[in-house]
């Protein structure tokens, strides 16, 4: 009764990674240089250890069971990149370089769970209890809560119309979708830089300017190069959710209660990752 929560750290054999990249560059003329690489990444962990306590670390993993040692995808997982490089140089003046450069990233949105709103399997934390998906619509192997039959019918049909529009919940019928199953929006960013070398008052040095707009696509077009994620939850990590855990009915199947819409993405803005940006630097080369 003197303690709240008591936790044991303990160490765990799961969890590992694995990354293969290929790569291609060359030059165009003489002017032009590119580059273009692919990488795809596996990446598992059992904790993301997203916290600085161990009372916040075990809050925030999307769990079956709140004490298992299973690996999942790791929450930093970025399982596809694909990079990009285009140069343009000339020496207007004899020495001194006139440089155009864009660099392009696409990547794998950030992971995230599936869970249940609120407190599944009475642990006392709500979110993270992973969500179980039936095998089939009218399987009966839970019930949709309504205020009638119609109601209730209703429900289920609202449910697997949100589980049949997501291809990680559709292929997850008749089992407890995995933690980090699924993945935010693929997210893409152009930078570009234009820099000009120029003579210094001294033999062999020389300055450069340099002008970068960063993430150019939202400059162009204010819903471009957006980052949409789905947000960090101090309960669960990154997870999403439409079912509230109502009970048990009296033969003992889980009662559903089904949301409108699943929880939405969010653009992240925190830094200002998702607009805009201009940078002038000056470099003196001696």
Not at 53 to 66: D, E, Y
Not at 84 to 93: D, H, K, P, Q, V
Not at 155 to 165: G, K, L, M, P, S
Not at 246 to 264: F, M, Q
């Amino acid at each position: 009764a003197a303690f709240n929560n008591v936790l044991l750290a303990a160490k765990s054999d799961g969890g590992g990674g694995k990354a293969a990249t290929v790569s291609f560059n060359g030059r165009i003329q003489k002017e032009w240089n590119w580059s273009l690489a692919y990488t795809y990444t596996e990446a598992t962990e059992v904790s993301p250890l997203t916290s600085s306590v161990s009372n916040s670390n075990f809050n925030a993993r999307a769990i079956f069971n709140p004490n298992e040692d299973v690996s999942a995808n790791s929450a930093y997982l970025v399982k596809n990149r694909i990079n990009g490089s285009l140069t343009w140089e000339r020496a207007f003046i004899k020495g001194y370089k006139t440089r155009v450069g864009l660099f392009y990233e696409g990547r794998t949105g950030k992971p995230y769970s599936w869970t249940f709103t609120n407190d599944a399997n009475g642990d006392g934390v709500a979110g993270n209890d992973l969500l179980y998906i039936p095998s089939s619509p009218g399987s009966g192997q839970v019930v949709f809560a309504g205020a009638d039959a119609a109601a209730s019918t209703a429900a289920e049909a609202r449910f697997w119309q949100i589980v049949n529009a997501n291809p990680v919940l559709a292929r997850s019928a008749g089992k407890v979708v995995s933690r980090n199953e699924d993945f935010s929006p693929w997210t893409n960013s152009i930078d570009m830089r234009i820099s000009q070398e120029v003579p210094s008052f001294f033999k062999g040095h020389k300055a450069v300017f340099a002008f970068d707009i960063l993430n150019l696509g939202n400059l162009l077009n204010k819903k471009w190069g957006r980052i949409d994620e789905i947000a960090f939850n101090s309960n669960g990590g990154q997870r999403r959710t439409f079912v509230n855990f109502v009970g048990l009915d009296p033969s003992g199947k889980y009662i559903y209660s089904v949301s409108n819409n699943a929880d939405d993405f969010t653009t992240r803005q925190q830094r200002g990752e998702s607009q805009w940006a201009l940078q002038a630097t000056f470099r003196y080369e001696f």
